[in-house]
């Protein structure tokens, strides 16, 4: 099928890769990127699996009016909706918008006439030298759904098919905007901590540690009061204190002392300082708004944010 993807960062080179290798006719938007792809290809170092890729889609600087199948936007949160204007011009079938996002409500309103829904494509990375340099486990998994709804059957059906290849699964949930806040709720303490120890999580001590641990649980409370369905189900039992909230804390652990963390963590937090304060300014805002909780050990973390 004709795919569209804007964005080719980490995530989003990561993404066109799997596409390509499904046997999709890709077409890709690069503006700052578009000679040293035209030249060399889209180039992905698969860290930890030891390999090197290079595919060749077509490269745009700009959308050219070509009907598409399915478009994915693959972008830091802040990007997504500058780049709202443009998607709901774009004539396709589908519209994935793909990445952090804490403005939902804005993407509903440019979006409402559009079929579109919501994801999250669980790797990392950054790009040096005109390489991707990515992290990602054996199987490259894509959370999709609609805002406060499943994604339509036609609609998961359809991502699916577009990115049907070995090492990569779609997984459908029943609220995106559930995930997202969870998912921030889990991913900023450990940011924040990063901030802190300069991006050398080898320097985050055990204390480092807890306090991520402590910091998601405050925030976990917070979301569950406002009435937020906890997405995953089932994920606030890796904070409750029980057997599998130490098994999150060895894991935090093991990050920090090896590369997992660097291309977990270290690695976007220091190539998307910008999407951190955003996404940390957004939640505040949100905190302001619907009533701020007490939450003391998140809130004596915030702060470092101030030193990246």
Known sequence: MKVLVFGVGAIG???????????????VIARSTYDELNK?????????????????????KEYDGTHYDIVFSVMQGQQQVALLPVLSAVDADLIVLVGNNMETDKCEEILKNR??????????????????????LP??????GGLHEPASQ???LLIKAALNTKGYKV????SMYGYYMYHFAEVMPYCYVCYHVGCD???????????????TKECFDYLRLQGIPVMPEGEEAYYDGGAKTYSMYLLYRLMSRTVLGDLMVADH???????????????EAYRAEHGRSFMPVWDAMRVWLNEA
């Open 154 to 156: 036609e609609d998961v």
């Open 269 to 283: 937090c220091k190539n998307a300082v910008a999407e951190m304060k955003y996404l940390d300014s957004k939640f």
């Open 115 to 136: 079929r579109h829904v919501y994801g999250f494509q669980g790797s990392a990375g950054h790009r040096e030298n005109g390489v991707a340099v990515v992290g990602r």
């Open 13 to 27: 080179s990561l993404m066109t890769h799997f596409l390509c290798e499904a046997g999709n006719d890709v077409t």
């Open 201 to 215: 999580l080898k320097r985050a001590t055990r204390s480092d540690i807890k306090k991520i641990m402590s910091a």
């Open 171 to 174: 997984t459908p949930v029943s």
């Open 40 to 60: 060399n290809g889209l180039v992905i170092r698969h860290h930890l699996q030891k390999k090197t890729t290079v595919d060749r889609p077509h490269i745009l």
């Open 139 to 144: 199987a490259t998994d894509l959370t999709v």
